[in-house]
């Protein structure tokens, strides 16, 4: 069975672009989170869906959002990027809201 | 709202060694723990998780980590280290309305010498 799949793997943008980043959960998963890994924050939770509904979400600004279509798969997009955003942005998937968490490779993200 | 705390940025250890990796969280209700694990370049891996019952839990790759309450801990254990075990190693407790929305420790880097 395949993994958790994150396109781009890597990604250079420019300060004040907008970048939307794609995760592939595990075939038959239906939760999946968004995290970012920074060398100073460390990983920190974005958000969680479910069957297309946003269960929760992380202390991040209104730039970040995020949506799940009826195939499961996710996007998030981030607008007017920051310098800081430069990270690792990890997607998990589980089956569903209590099952373990599969983590993708990630997408880094640089902003310059 | 949950913490979770590693106190050991970095951890050398020589091959063939035990190993102990230390995890403290805060949280008010019963906790769902877990460790991961992430090697250069790579997402993160499950080793083992704590839901309910048996204190002391077995993951793969021959780790295992006993929950203490009365401490807050949820140490990671390896009677033998492999060079194969070097990368960093992460807590996380889940919120209790769904293991979705992890809190992390800010991770220890296992180093392994020959």
Same mark, same amino acid.
């Given at each position: 069975? $395949?993994?958790?799949?994150?396109t781009p793997r890597y990604l250079?943008? +420019?300060?004040?672009?907008?970048? +939307?980043?794609?995760c592939s959960p595990i075939s038959?998963?239906?939760?999946?989170?968004?995290?970012?890994?920074?060398?100073?924050?460390?990983?920190?939770?974005?958000?969680?869906?479910?069957?297309?509904?946003?269960?929760?979400?992380?202390?991040?600004?209104?730039?970040?959002?995020?949506?799940?279509?009826? %195939?499961?798969?996710?996007?998030? %997009?981030?607008? +007017?990027?920051?310098?800081?955003?430069? $990270?690792?942005?990890?997607? $998990?998937?589980?089956?569903?809201?209590?099952?373990?968490?599969?983590?993708?490779?990630? +997408?880094?993200?640089?902003?310059? | 709202?949950?913490?979770?705390?590693?106190?050991?940025?970095?951890?050398?250890?020589?091959?063939?060694?035990?190993?102990?990796?230390?995890c403290n969280y805060s949280y008010?209700?019963?906790?769902?723990?877990?460790?991961?694990?992430?090697?250069?370049?790579?997402?993160?891996?499950?080793?083992? &998780?704590? !839901?309910?019952?048996?204190?002391?839990?077995?993951?793969?790759?021959?780790?295992?980590?006993?929950?203490?309450?009365?401490?807050?801990? !949820?140490?990671?254990? &390896?009677?033998?280290?492999?060079?194969?075990?070097?990368?960093?190693? !992460?807590?996380?407790?889940?919120?209790?309305?769904?293991?979705? &929305?992890?809190? !992390?420790?800010?991770?220890?880097?296992?180093?392994?010498?020959?």
């Open positions: 069975k $395949a993994g958790v799949t994150q250079i943008k +420019t300060r004040g672009q907008q970048v +939307t980043l794609s038959g998963h239906r939760s999946v989170s968004w995290y970012q890994q920074t060398p100073g924050q460390g990983l920190q939770f974005l958000f969680e869906y479910f069957s297309e509904t946003q269960r929760n979400k992380g202390n991040f600004p209104g730039r970040f959002s995020g949506r799940q279509f009826s %195939n499961s798969r996710s996007e998030m %997009n981030v607008s +007017t990027l920051e310098l800081g955003d430069s $990270a690792l942005y990890l997607c $998990a998937s589980s089956l569903d809201i209590w099952g373990e968490q599969y983590f993708g490779p990630g +997408t880094r993200l640089t902003v310059t | 709202a949950q913490s979770v705390t590693q106190p050991d940025i970095h951890i050398t250890v020589s091959e063939g060694a035990s190993l102990e990796l230390r008010g209700a019963t906790p769902y723990l877990f460790w991961y694990v992430q090697s250069p370049g790579q997402g993160l891996q499950l080793l083992l &998780k704590y !839901f309910s019952g048996d204190t002391l839990v077995q993951g793969i790759k021959g780790f295992e980590a006993e929950f203490k309450r009365s401490q807050s801990s !949820f140490n990671l254990r &390896k009677p033998s280290v492999h060079w194969s075990d070097a990368a960093e190693y !992460f807590c996380a407790v889940g919120a209790g309305t769904s293991y979705g &929305k992890l809190t !992390f420790g800010q991770g220890t880097i296992l180093t392994v010498h020959p």
